[in-house]
């Protein structure tokens, strides 16, 4: 959850959403999004909208927020969206809770958030709930009671299996960490764990990143997330770079990695269903993130969480301070919102399914963007015997160059 502003129209003090959006909510699915902004320390790569203990204090020594009443707050507003999201809609399918460092809270106020949408909303039978989570922040027992209470997935954040990378990076875990967190995992019942990793880490050779992979996979999850690290404006990796003491990540070394990854995780039996996630089978991709990537709806739980229901789209205050007062008072968190006209639901469809495996309908295209399709197919961006199937779909090339083609395609 990135903390950059956006700009946009005020929400209304009742959260409510246009009719024509909620008029959508039954033709697809529905999830959650619950952020946890708590986080024991700020990476020095994270632009998140997260806060440690030191900024939730006022001048005057008296906490803005705090943990233990979080849960209370989130599960205010998910009572908000349940009169919100009135009429038909249909049960809950994935609920994800990010962060931050959802870990950091009692397993038991994680249950709570998610026995609230069961209750208010209902889940379908094969719901999946989803948690990630800070590999020093959980242990067997810990997982053990989040299997009790209805998680079904965990997301660990592994980043690299090599110290100074993991220096580099700020990241409070150990090598080895991760792969336990796994092993624990599966013993509490859990049958899918991610892992996430990153490359092109100021610093990290290729001979890093291979073993991070290699790690990464002996660990045996079912799903592994690659992100290519992005140097933010304003973190402090941002500031390191900027008086030179880390190089910029180099954009050759960038793809190089990505296809390290790609074909390291085919030769374990991982399939890449989406740019930057793999999985060992069809049940072990993400079907929250998958939701987001088709389109479906969701309501975003949280300070500075963002929602969507059919066109509309909204994000909340940022600070967990003026999100605890705007749900006290019985108001929505709500602090902007934007109605996407038809032709913007149309770009984001085409940007968003573009990245997953099944790619998008060629009839999506504009006259000029089935052309450039026909390019990038001779250019081995796309592949030739989806295209002449209608689809638009992604080559490894192409997904090296996925931004680019998309501009190309729309």
Known sequence: MPSVALDGDPVPRTGDLPEHSLAELAARPLGFYVHVPFCVTR???????????????????????????YADQAIAEIELADRVLSGDRPPVSTVFVGGGTPTLL????LGRLVAAVRERFGLTPDAEVTTEANPETVDPGYLARLREAGFTRVSFGMQSARPHVLRILERGHTPGRPEQCVEWARQAGFEHVNLDLIYGTPGESDDDWAASLAAAVSAGPDHVSAYSLIVEEGTRLANRVRRGELTEPDDDAMADRYVMADEALAAAGFTPYEVSNWARTPEGRSAHNLLYWTGGHWWGVGPGAHGHVGGTRWWNVKHPAAYAARLAAGDS???????????????????????????????????HGRAAAVRAVADGLLDAEAHAAGRAVLTRRGRLLADAVVRDLT
Request: proline fraction near 6%.
């Open 43 to 69: 990476c020095g790569y994270c632009d998140f909208n997260t806060y440690t203990a030191d900024e939730l204090v006022s001048r005057d020594g008296t906490a803005t927020a705090s943990r233990e009443t």
């Open 106 to 109: 009692p397993a038991e106020d």
């Open 333 to 367: 968190p709500g602090q902007a919102r934007e109605v996407l006209t038809d032709e913007e639901r149309r770009f984001e469809r085409v940007l968003l399914e573009l990245r997953i495996e099944e790619g998008c309908p060629l009839e999506l295209l504009e006259p």
